[in-house]
């Protein structure tokens, strides 16, 4: 199998420890109420890599549904032995378990069971390559080392991904980057099985919380980043996905994410992919059930979407699966500010108007 055509030369967040100050199967849906199905507005993933496709290429992405199983290792190094409590370090990060249930609305269980007790790994920890910009093989002989040292105690086979969390007296292992599997490789293995995922975490865990493990893992999911490699970090998303600014206001994933990870279902999706007017009521993304985001499809690549967030409005935001991560394939209009009923989106190139309603609904309006 080739290599994906925009696989990073660096680990996945690599690139962002030198741009963060901190461091570091579709279903058919009926055309309800006049709008098209729902695939008729799923965009076509145009990168090879993560991206804003609808559909997830699963020679590279794990599943975001059903049980996930996650071994977390505590790792520790010749030049920095660890004599504390694991302990602290699993509750630190233990809230990703339940943030994952919430915002995937009960479809996703990760099943995280720490191993405690210290790993040695048999290099220094400077050694892996953390202070250099880490490539795509220095990641992978890290998360070697760890899955080698662990293999007397655990069964790996058992289990969909690792987090390998690390001492907090290795201070040069600074950032907390994804590892997803090459499969043109021969890749990590253990007890007969390939490890295709893993986050292994630096000291930023301690900066950001429990949230980094959900960004990565959400790179796991084939999530693309939408804080920007370039430039003014936070300028297309900020907040308002954790897959933006971790430490947002409001770091949720964005409808759109959540219907790209089997979360939202296409019936409660309401999609405009030629001229027309439809009035939508969305249900907040914060919350169960009904219509979560309303789509306008404006090309072969593009749309805008619109979605509730609770207590602050109407979101929109623009979508392009054929633009790269970390080039901003989203984009929230408005300056990055929810709408409040009363006010409207416009984009007269595209023929798009989005009235916001009271009531969390949305007219949605494309006349060309
Ligand atoms: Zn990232």
Sequence with gaps: ????????????????????????????????????????CALPGRTGWTDEGHDTD????????????????????????????TQPYADHLAPVADWFGTAGYGRIRLDVTPL????????????????????????????????????????????????????????VISFSPAYIHDPATPGVTADGT??????????????????????????????????AFSGATHRYVGGWDVMGDIAGHAPQFLGWHSWKLGWTRDRQVACLA????????????????GTKIAVVRTGETTGYVAEARQGQGILVYRVDSAVQTGE?????MNDQRA??????????????????????????TRTR
Excluded at 27 to 32: E, G, P, Q, S, Y
Excluded at 60 to 85: C, N
């Design 58 to 85: 699963r020679a590279l992405f794990q599943p975001a549904t059903g049980t996930r199983r996650v071994l977390t290792l505590f790792v520790d190094f010749p030049d920095t032995p660890a004599t504390e409590s």
């Design 116 to 171: 405690h007790r210290w790993m040695r790994l048999p290099a220094p920890s400077d050694s892996y390559g953390f202070a250099r910009g880490l490539t795509f093989e220095a990641h992978e002989k890290y998360l070697q080392d760890a899955i080698t040292a662990a293999d007397p105690y655990a069964d790996l086979s058992r289990y969909d991904m690792v987090y390998v969390v690390p001492t907090k007296a290795a201070t």
């Design 328 to 332: 901003g394939p989203v984009r929230v």
């Design 194 to 227: 390939r490890l295709k995922w893993a986050v292994t975490f630096g000291q930023d865990m301690w900066h950001w919380g429990f949230k980094v493990a959900v960004h990565e893992t959400g790179h796991t999911f084939g999530l693309p980043d939408l804080y």
């Design 274 to 289: 030629g001229t027309g007017r439809r009035t939508v009521a969305l249900t907040p993304v914060e919350r169960p059930g």
């Design 339 to 364: 709408y409040a009923p009363g006010e409207a989106f416009t984009d007269p190139d595209a023929g798009v108007r989005i009235d916001v309603l009271p009531g969390s609904a949305v007219r949605v």
């Design 1 to 40: 199998m080739p290599i994906p055509p925009h696989r990073p030369r660096l680990a996945v967040d690599a690139a962002a420890a030198a741009v963060l100050s901190c461091m570091v199967a579709p279903t058919t849906a009926t055309a309800a109420d006049g709008l098209a199905p729902a695939s008729d």
